[in-house]
């Protein structure tokens, strides 16, 4: 079992603290709102972000800013998909295996803000050219 860090996740400029279940409302939310990119930061540094076409998400995960961080893939996944809109308002397309169904990132991000490590049932890899700046 990995050790809980100490400290809290909560929304990016914002110091409340989240739980799984609320993390994973908040990303509803927003998405529902049209608002598809959420980052997520740590007390201690480490940033999680989900970047959403409405079907799909990338989930990214980074130690600190800065880091290129790791991302969660469907190694099953095939095609591409468009409509990953981000919060300056590039859109971008990505391969279906650098993103999560909308259902399992929600998942995922529960399992990351509630335990401070991902999921053993999802897949990651560093970013190939993944870029959500």
Known sequence: MV???????HLQDDNAP????RA??????????????TWLEHDQGKRLAVVSN??????????????A???????????RQDGYVLGNGRRDIHENRDTL????????VEHIV???????DVS??????VDIS
């Open 3 to 9: 050790p809980r860090m100490t400290g809290a996740w």
């Open 18 to 21: 989240l739980t799984g279940e």
């Open 24 to 37: 994973v409302a908040l990303v509803r939310q927003r998405v529902a709102q049209g608002q598809l990119e």
């Open 54 to 67: 409405r079907i799909r998400a990338l989930v990214l995960l980074m130690d600190e800013p800065g880091d």
């Open 69 to 79: 961080g790791v991302h969660a893939i469907d190694p099953a996944g095939k095609g």
């Open 101 to 108: 169904p909308l259902g399992l990132a929600l998942r995922t």
């Open 114 to 120: 509630e335990h401070d490590c991902p999921p053993a």
């Open 124 to 129: 990651w890899q560093a970013p190939r050219d």
